[in-house]
């Protein structure tokens, strides 16, 4: 048995709790289970508070598959395992003494758990090829209002998980608003694969030249240039650039970045070309970009400062040299969803807790105004029950419970898990 299900059962008292005794034969009353211990190293739970026969015991709970693990983790070397009042298993296979020779109380919690309780928790996680996910079939049983909550709870996750993320980029970028507002950007405008190497452009160049530029060439050089696309000379545009990138190069010292980026399996309008020749468009016509996008009060004035098209050379080509079809090509109310979910609503809510002014109620009806995104993951959950939501909160949320419950077996920290227990 998984040691993780033996600490949802103390957790949550999934066992007959009433008549549990220890080894001993010693009554146990649980006054409380004790606090999880979910980031430290130490006990499992910590300051529980438990009666064993006539005597009150304040302190720590550890759990076990077998009680021989206490010796397996050397747990009878720690001193941080000297308070443990009680231990928790599956099998008592060997008596655990502290250092003062006297044992460590033993429930073995098997012993009080209901064989239908068993039997959800095997079916739960017997992999089937199948199976979407482990509560696939009890997923369109679920109660529509627990999984509004359950998804509620998930999006505040992934967008405090986010706020982790842009903290750490804030303070590599000496706490500069507009600067991280840009490096967010640049990211979104490489979609997923090129992710990395557009971050690693913004972070590349000098960001109070494009906060003053106001010609498109121009940022469009030193974005191109940075990401070594011109290094080749393919037409006339393409040798205009790579003229004025090497005399930028020269003035604010850059040097291209290592990664390449990449056009393998990309829609010719998600080339990267397109997308920098978009993110230059948009900071030759914004300057103080998130000094405007964090005073935002109506979801379609977002569109209107993020809406942007190419420079013509774009507009017939989507790689340079290479002549295509008349096409404007200008940021989507798509795309432009994508950005705020992914980098200024997050930006927002860091910036919000900043300065003790939360944006967080305001995130949630923006969002709530958006539609769902759309993948193959999302596609799947909404197979499997027909009420679960119909905006962008809602998607993020789900893809939320994909990637940290559902891909990695977390059912037990899962409200939707727990229900099928």
């Excluded at 804030?170 to 706490?175: P, Q, S, V, Y």
């Excluded at 291209?256 to 020749?277: D, G, S, W």
């Excluded at 979910?341 to 002014?357: E, S, T």
């Amino acid at each position: 048995m998984k040691e993780d299900f033996i600490h949802y059962l103390w957790k949550f008292k999934k066992f007959d709790f009433l008549k549990a005794k220890t080894t001993a034969g010693d009554e146990i009353y649980i006054r409380s289970s004790g606090m999880h211990n979910t980031q430290k190293a130490g006990p499992d739970f910590f300051n529980a508070q438990l009666d064993i026969g006539t005597q009150h015991w304040a302190g720590n709970v550890e759990v076990h598959q077998k009680s021989s693990d206490w010796f397996a983790h050397n747990h009878h070397t720690d001193s941080a395992y000297d308070n443990v009042i009680l231990h928790v298993v599956w099998e008592h296979d060997v008596e655990v003494y502290r250092n003062n020779n006297t044992p460590i109380p033993t429930l073995v919690i098997a012993n009080y758990i209901d064989d239908k309780l068993l039997e959800n928790y095997h079916q739960l996680f017997t992999k089937k090829e199948t199976k979407f996910i482990n509560c696939a079939s009890y997923f369109p049983n679920f109660n529509s209002l627990k999984i509004d909550f359950w998804l509620t709870k998930l999006y505040a996750e992934r967008l405090e998980n986010k706020a982790v993320y842009i903290e750490k980029l804030l303070a590599e970028n000496n706490f500069h608003w507009e600067q991280t507002l840009f490096c967010m950007l640049a990211k979104y405008f490489g979609l997923k694969q090129n992710a990395t190497p557009f971050i690693a452009i913004a972070q590349s160049v000098p960001f109070a030249m494009l906060q003053k530029e106001t010609q498109a060439e121009k940022i469009e050089a030193l974005l191109f240039g940075q990401a070594g696309l011109l290094e080749e000379t393919k037409d006339d545009y393409q040798k205009k650039l790579q003229r004025e990138y090497q005399f930028l190069k020269t003035k604010f010292k850059c040097s291209p970045i290592a990664e390449p980026v990449h056009f393998f399996r990309l829609r010719p309008l998600n080339f990267p070309t397109v997308r920098l020749a978009q993110l230059a468009s948009l900071y030759t016509k914004q300057k103080n970009l998130f000094s405007q996008l964090i005073q935002v009060d109506k979801l379609e004035d977002f569109y209107q400062v993020l809406s942007v098209k190419t420079s013509p050379y774009w507009e017939t080509h989507y790689n340079f040299g290479k002549t295509s079809k008349f096409f404007i090509k200008k940021t989507s109310k798509k795309f432009i969803n994508l950005l705020l979910i992914n980098a200024v609503f997050p930006l927002q809510f860091v910036y919000g807790r900043a300065i003790g002014k939360p944006f967080d109620e305001k995130i949630f009806e923006f969002l709530k105004q958006l539609p769902p995104e759309n993948n193959h993951i999302l596609t799947q959950y909404h197979k499997l029950h027909n009420n679960l939501g119909n905006s962008a909160m809602h998607s993020q949320a789900l893809l939320q419970m994909y990637t940290e419950y559902c891909t990695k077996n977390k059912c037990l920290l899962c409200t939707l898990g727990n229900q099928v227990l």
